[in-house]
């Protein structure tokens, strides 16, 4: 999502955490998936969150960016 509206990946951080603090979104928006990926001889499990389009529109409500901006213009 720093790619989608071109900030660092603590802004987006910091966005997260207080959408969940101020109760505007619950983790339900959120999924954790195991992914599996070899490096060398060995295989590698990360645990990567996913977000569904409702954080997704609550973040570019909250970013302050161009691209942001943009798209807020769309919704």
Do not use: C
Request: aromatic share 8%; net charge positive; proline share 1%.
């Amino acid at each position: 999502m720093s790619l989608l509206f071109d900030v660092n990946v603590p802004a987006i951080n910091k966005h997260i955490k207080n959408i969940l603090v101020d109760g505007e979104l619950d983790s339900s928006t959120i999924s954790k998936m195991e992914t599996v990926q070899k490096e060398g001889k060995r295989e590698v499990k990360r645990e990567v969150e996913f977000y569904n389009l409702d954080m997704i529109i609550s973040l570019g409500y909250r970013v302050n960016s161009k691209r942001a901006t943009s798209f807020r213009v769309l919704f």
